[in-house]
């Protein structure tokens, strides 16, 4: 198994702002997810994209994936300070388990 | 309406203790998980079971003993209780695809054990 790693650790952006998250792997994978925990709460998934995928839409979240770099970014556009949580990214080789890495923990300011 | 759902939510006890910390999916999900949470909120998979059979067991001391009665209920039984026990538990359900494919997971809200 192996676990993401996401860069930065931590951002503090203003309301309304963009953020942008970005995760790196280090073998090749079967697909990549993102999931967000809220302060004290479980995780939500948040999108799946596959390798054979570049880039996907959900809402007011862009994924994109680059497997010749290994590495995925999250985009958040227009932030709101209901975003604030800690973001994770979980490359998925299939069989093996799921690994959460330390995530990266968003601050979005009012 | 509550997809995947944990009790307790809050559980204090004392070592060497035995507790017990429940979960119930209503997804029609075939495939339980339990993670632990520590202080540095690092997630690390502990159990997975698929179709009430154990598919993934981690290095988790065997004072931890997950019992699916049916494919609805992950239950986590831990004995003889210990100070560095003290974390946020969480079950989590997926669809199983088989080996070829891994789907999202559905988190519970979690269980926060203090061991005193």
């Known amino acids: 198994s192996q676990q993401g790693e996401e860069d930065p650790q931590a951002l503090s952006i203003q309301e309304g702002e963009n953020a942008t998250m970005n995760c790196s792997y280090k073998t090749s994978i079967n697909n990549l997810q993102w999931y967000r925990q809220n302060s004290g709460r479980g995780l939500v998934h948040l999108i799946l994209i596959r390798s054979n995928e570049r880039e996907k839409h959900s809402g007011r979240l862009r994924v994109t994936l680059d497997t010749s770099k290994k590495s995925s970014s999250l985009l958040i556009t227009a932030s709101r300070a209901a975003d604030t949580a800690s973001y994770f990214c979980v490359p998925i080789n299939y069989g093996q388990n799921f690994v959460f890495g330390p995530g990266t923990r968003l601050s979005v300011l009012p | 309406d509550t997809a995947v759902s944990q009790t307790p939510k809050y559980l204090v006890t004392q070592m060497g203790n035995d507790k017990s910390i429940k979960c119930e999916q209503n997804?029609?999900?075939?495939?339980m998980y339990w993670y632990k949470q520590d202080s540095k909120k690092f997630l690390k998979i502990m159990f997975s079971?698929?179709?009430?059979?154990?598919?993934i067991n981690e290095t988790v001391p065997n004072r931890f003993s997950p019992k699916s009665p049916d494919k609805a209920h992950l239950n986590l039984h831990i004995n003889s209780l210990e100070l560095g026990d003290s974390a946020v538990y969480f079950c989590?359900?997926?669809?199983?695809?088989?080996?070829?494919?891994?789907?999202?997971?559905?988190f519970g809200p979690g269980t926060r054990l203090t061991v005193l």
């Open positions: 997804l029609g999900h075939d495939t």
């Open positions: 079971y698929n179709n009430k059979e154990l598919i």
């Open positions: 989590a359900s997926s669809l199983y695809s088989g080996r070829d494919s891994y789907n999202e997971q559905f």
